[in-house]
T-cell receptor
Framework: EAQVTQNPRYLITVTGKKLTVTCSQN?????MSWYRQDPGLGLRQIYY???????DKGDVPEGYKVSRKEKRNFPLILESPSPNQTSLYFC?????????????FGSGTQLSVL | SQQGEEDPQALSIQEGENATMNCSYK?????LQWYRQNSGRGLVHLIL?????REKHSGRLRVTLDTSKKSSSLLITASRAADTASYFC??????FGAGTRLTVKP
């Protein structure tokens, strides 16, 4: 089954404790992206990747890191989480960003930073 | 900045009625997409309309696109309680607006 898998689904952590949210897709998609969703603000793009070893900042990249060492995986790293990073996070992938192909989304990760 | 802006922010209707929501955007596009999100879950792709198309149908969904006005509309006909969700449009750069929250009352 074609899918985007995010883990964990829920995460509670404390300020400053490094964490990684994993994302994997099994559709051989070139494009992957991370979003955060906050009430009233919709989805805001954090980082995206056009292909392996190619990543770029979205609209709200501060405080986040990503890597794309393999085509299927695109982890989101919070080196020193802060309470303002409490949010619902989504990973998404598509065949091509250039062609604006449809996105497939993961189930989301609800992160709480205390 | 957000590429798609949905309007209205919230919409409440009775089951069986039609629901219309709109999307405005700022830059040139090659296509526009609509997505649905059930509470707290990942977005699901509904329909894609290309810039050279004016209207597209999929089941009870009808999407129109007016590139001269940089706007699109999503019409859900004969709505059901199960259509209760948030609806988003996305344009170039895979950016989304804040969405339209649709509530369909039984």
């Amino acid at each position: 089954e074609a899918q985007v898998t995010q883990n964990p689904r829920y995460l509670i952590t404390v300020t400053g404790k490094k964490l990684t949210v994993t994302c994997s897709q099994n559709m051989n998609h070139e494009y992957m992206s991370w979003y955060r969703q906050d009430p009233g603000l919709g989805l805001r793009q954090i980082y995206y990747s056009m292909n392996v070893e190619v990543t770029d900042k979205g609209d709200v990249p501060e405080g986040y890191k990503v890597s794309r060492k393999e085509k299927r995986n695109f982890p989101l790293i919070l080196e020193s989480p802060s309470p303002n990073q409490t949010s619902l996070y989504f990973c998404a992938s598509s065949f091509s960003r250039t062609l604006n192909e449809k996105l497939f989304f993961g189930s989301g990760t609800q992160l709480s930073v205390l | 900045s957000q590429q798609g802006e949905e309007d209205p922010q919230a919409l409440s209707i009775q089951e069986g009625e039609n629901a219309t929501m709109n999307c405005s955007y700022k830059t040139s596009i090659n296509n526009l997409q609509w997505y649905r999100q059930n509470s707290g879950r990942g977005l699901v792709h509904l329909i894609l309309i290309r810039s050279n198309e004016r209207e597209k149908h999929s089941g009870r969904l009808r999407v129109t696109l007016d590139t001269s006005k940089k706007s699109s509309s999503l019409l859900i006909t004969a709505s059901r309680a199960a259509d209760t969700a948030s609806y988003f449009c996305a344009t170039y750069g895979m950016r989304f607006g804040a969405g339209t929250r649709l509530t369909v009352k039984p």
